[in-house]
């Protein structure tokens, strides 16, 4: 199973999860939202393995900020 990031937008914390697991509360009661780390200034079109069980293949900045908002994830950097 893969491994994902929850962060909490109001106390910071950021918790690891398996990206099945539905843990969504932070301990001060929060909701965590998933993140997921990519320096834009890189960004490589190609397979990226950490939205979903399948790698999803992303061509364009655009295509993957949407999929980003599709899945309700945060970009980090």
């Known amino acids: ?34 993140i997921f780390s990519v320096k834009p200034e890189i960004f490589k079109a190609g397979y990226y393995e950490n939205f ?10 655009k295509q993957f900020q949407q999929e980003l908002d599709k899945r309700g994830l945060v970009r980090v950097h």
Not at 52 to 61: G, H, L, N, R
Request: hydrophobic share 25%; with cysteine; net charge negative.
């Open 52 to 61: 979903e069980a399948q790698p999803i293949y992303i061509e364009t900045k």
């Open 1 to 34: 199973m893969k491994l994902v990031d929850k962060k909490c937008r109001e106390c910071g914390k950021v918790y690891e999860y398996m990206l099945d697991s539905e843990n969504d509360i932070c301990e001060c009661g929060k909701p965590l939202y998933r």
